[in-house]
C-alpha cells in the first residue's frame, strides 16, 4: 500500500511525500530495488544528496542496469525533465560537487555517456572522495564492457 501511494505522489512529482512513502516500504523490504530507484530521485529532488549517492551506488553495485534500461516513458521517469530543469534553471551552482553529483545520478536513468560525464566533473572536484571514485570505476567498467546505445533524452 505504501508503495502504490508513494508512487502517487511520484508521479505528481510531490517528492517529498513520495520519499516518506518509500522510505517506510524500504523498512518492510529493503531490497526492493524499483523502489530504491525512485527514492534515489526523491533524495535528488529534496536536497538530500549523501543519501541519494549511498543509493545509487548500492543499486548500481547490485544491478546498474535496473538504472540504465529506464524508459522514460513506460516508467514515467521524470529524469528527462529534471535535466531540463536542473541544467536550464540554474537551481545548483554550476560549479558545485552537488551539481555534478545531481546531474551524473539523474542522467543514468537515460544516458550513460552523459551521466559519466557529470561524474567525472564531480571526482576533479573531490578526487580523493572514495563514494565518487567507485561510482566512476562502477560506470567506466560497465561502459569498457558493453556498447552503448542508450541516447534517449
Not at 508521479?11 to 530507484?37: D, H, I, T
Not at 543509493?55 to 535496473?66: P, R, V
Not at 528527462?80 to 541544467?87: D, G, M, R
Not at 565518487?132 to 558493453?146: K, P
Request: hydrophobic share 35%; aromatic share 10%.
Amino acid at each position: 500500500m505504501k508503495e502504490m501511494l508513494g508512487n502517487q505522489y511520484f508521479m505528481a512529482r510531490n517528492y517529498p511525500a513520495a520519499q516518506g512513502e518509500f522510505e517506510e516500504c524500504l523498512v518492510k523490504n529493503p531490497k526492493n530495488k524499483s523502489v530504491r530507484k525512485k527514492l534515489i530521485v526523491c533524495y535528488t529532488q529534496t536536497g538530500r544528496i549523501k543519501e541519494a549517492i549511498k543509493f545509487f551506488n548500492e543499486l548500481i553495485a547490485e544491478d546498474i542496469q535496473f538504472i540504465i534500461n529506464t524508459n522514460p516513458v513506460t516508467d514515467d521517469c521524470p529524469c528527462p525533465e529534471l535535466v531540463a530543469k536542473i541544467e536550464g534553471q540554474g537551481i545548483f551552482n554550476e560549479e558545485s560537487l552537488d551539481y555534478c553529483i545531481v546531474l551524473g545520478i539523474i542522467w543514468l536513468y537515460c544516458d550513460i555517456s552523459k551521466s559519466l560525464e557529470y561524474f567525472i566533473k564531480a571526482n576533479e572536484k573531490a578526487p580523493d572522495d572514495e563514494t565518487l571514485a567507485f561510482t566512476l570505476n562502477t560506470l567506466e567498467r560497465y561502459i569498457d564492457s558493453h556498447p552503448i546505445n542508450k541516447h534517449i533524452v
